[in-house]
């Protein structure tokens, strides 16, 4: 069965359609989500949220897009939307460690982790512009669109939030493992 014929299965009620289709794109979906909601259990509630507005929207679509582009939209909606109504910055705000262990580990694997924890720590309409424009591809027009701001509020969000990743990761990478206060003590 092809993906058109799938959709139209999908959209009349058939569950097995609407399995198919959520096998197919449901890791596509979460990816997006958690980029934008930077965080595990957030990013569940969110793909579920996505994935119940597109089914609800799916008698609607009229293929003028591909599917994954129209349900790449829904996801970044619905994360938007749901990292706009939590109160994520509370939930977010974590006191900082004495120390950041330093230990071997796979290069790529900690460049990840380094990446997401320097992401997490961006103010929200930075990381929102950062994903956005750098990860997912949107033009800074279309970032506009979406956040409801002027597309010179996203470019300065952008080359903000880009200098502030740069300083974190440049922090992360130094090699000590003493705290601010020891840092400050041996200056």
Do not use: C
């Amino acid at each position: 069965m092809n993906e058109r014929q799938l959709i139209q299965q999908a959209a009349e009620g058939d569950a097995g359609a609407i399995r198919a289709l959520y096998e197919r794109f449901s890791p596509r979906v979460y990816a997006v989500v958690r980029r934008i909601a930077g965080d595990d259990m957030l990013a569940q509630d969110y793909a579920q949220e996505a994935w119940i507005r597109a089914l609800r929207a799916l008698p609607t679509f009229r293929g003028d897009a591909r599917f994954s582009t129209w349900l790449h939209r829904i996801a970044v909606n619905a994360a938007l939307q749901a990292v706009r109504k939590a109160d994520t910055r509370e939930r977010r705000v974590a006191p900082m460690p004495d120390q950041i262990p330093v230990g071997p580990r796979g290069g790529d694997t900690l460049l990840r982790e380094r990446l997401e924890e320097a992401m997490d720590r961006l103010p929200e309409g930075m990381r929102q512009v950062l994903i956005l424009h750098d990860v997912e591809g949107y033009t800074h027009e279309e970032i506009g669109n979406v956040l409801g701001v002027a597309t010179g509020t996203s470019k300065s969000q952008l080359f903000k939030a880009r200098a502030k990743m740069r300083e974190m990761l440049v922090a992360l990478n130094e090699p000590t493992t003493a705290s601010p206060m020891e840092r400050g003590a041996e200056a």
